[in-house]
């Protein structure tokens, strides 16, 4: 009897914690106002580079975020509830083209950036690759600060993903170039130093070659994202470049927050533009205030709707060739770019559509891409 009486008390005991065990797990996947730490920077993270948030990463689920989040579920037929569970998360992750696997159980170790003595006295003073963190791979990421970075960006730097000198700073330069070497040695892109990337970086990765290095990263002359004038790098070999069609090729393979790395031949220039849309062409931004000064530049220092033939490097690594101008106009994404809205890039398209729905300044770049191309091949393109 008592045995009986026993085993009831457990079952109602059970039924009465379901409500709040179900609450608990519901709690832990899904990430609100108020929550904090590395799942909320890593959710942050994608929606900056998707173009839903503004700033930098502070892993502090607040107002700004929360209206990032509900952007991105109307965008993408969500329930828009600005809550981030697990289904909203997978297609951020998806979208943003990172891995969607948790990271919310990461140690504090992992956000913090290391200024072990330990680790700074083995990393700076070892001359082999294979003790360069010192056995510490906890996880960089934007935000991140001090030797154990700026060891990261020397490596990053020898290997030809950043150019300039090692500031110790993890910002979006750093990441970009991080994100191009995890790509480059088929890694998990996702912008995270973390420990698989780490002990590839010290084993040397892939040297790349001077007309990859130069679309790679950023191929900015500062890791710090500092603006220089002085940037120039390597456009990519010749044979390399496809001709590729808008409507055919491009516009079904490029979504908004994409980036493309243009390189400008006549003043060496290169900068990043991310994607804003895609309509009958390219709307995109600078992505930071160092590629707005390398475009502005590569322009004889005016912003001008003349527009100059360009090398274009698509995110999926092929070049190809456009043609863009650097007039700022209507709306824009990015707050810190000194870009006030957006510009165009155009890629090729058949004449006569161009003649029908973009008669002036839509033909006037098809003649620069016409023109631009024969220049390299001395093909003649008939339509």
């Known amino acids: ?23 608990l797990a519901y709690q832990a996947s899904t990430l609100r106002s108020g929550s904090t ?5 890593k959710l942050q993270q994608a929606l900056i580079s998707l173009g839903y948030l503004g700033g930098t990463v502070d892993g502090k689920f607040g107002t700004h975020t929360e209206n990032a989040v509900r952007k991105f579920q109307k965008a993408n037929g969500l329930k828009a509830d600005g809550l981030a569970g697990t289904k909203t998360q997978e297609t951020l992750y998806a979208k943003a083209g990172m891995s969607s ?26 001359s082999s690759s294979s003790s360069l963190f010192g056995g510490d791979y906890s996880t960089m990421r934007m935000g991140s600060s001090g030797s154990r970075v700026k060891i990261l960006q020397q490596q990053l730097i020898s290997l030809g993903y950043l150019s300039g000198k090692a500031d110790g700073k993890y910002g979006k330069l750093t990441r970009a170039a991080v994100v191009a070497y995890q790509k480059a040695n088929s890694l998990t892109a996702d912008g995270l130093a973390g420990k ?46 496809k001709l590729l069609h ?36 390219c709307d995109a931004e600078p992505l930071t205030a160092e ?12 912003n001008t709707w003349s527009q100059k033939a360009v090398y274009v490097r698509l995110p999926s690594g092929t070049w190809t060739i456009g043609s863009t101008h650097d007039m700022p106009h209507l709306s824009g994404s990015i707050k810190d770019n000194n870009f006030n809205g957006h510009l165009c890039v155009h890629f090729l398209r058949t004449m006569s559509e161009a003649e029908q729905n973009d008669p002036k300044y839509g033909v006037s770049n098809q003649k620069t891409i016409r023109s631009f191309w024969k220049s390299l091949t001395g093909e003649t393109i008939d339509d």
């Open 196 to 241: 698989k990337t780490l002990k590839s970086l010290e084993s040397g990765g892939k040297t790349v070659t001077s007309s990859s290095s130069s679309s790679s990263a950023s191929s900015s002359s500062s890791s710090s994202g500092t603006p220089s004038s002085s940037t120039k790098a390597s456009g990519p070999n010749g044979a390399s470049v």
């Open 246 to 281: 808008w409507f055919n090729d491009i516009k079904p393979t490029l979504s908004s927050g994409q980036t493309l790395y243009i390189y400008e031949p006549t003043s060496g220039k290169s900068w990043n533009l991310r994607v804003y849309s895609c309509g009958r062409h």
């Open 37 to 41: 730490g590395e799942a909320v920077e």
């Open 1 to 23: 009897m008592k045995i009986r009486k026993g085993i009831c008390l457990l079952l109602t005991l059970a039924l009465a914690l379901a409500p709040c065990l179900n609450a």
């Open 101 to 126: 696997s948790s990271t919310a159980t990461a140690t504090a170790a992992t956000t913090s950036t290391s200024t072990s003595t330990k680790s700074t006295a083995t990393t700076t003073t070892s």
């Open 291 to 302: 590629d707005t000064a390398n475009m502005l530049e590569a322009f004889g220092g005016v």
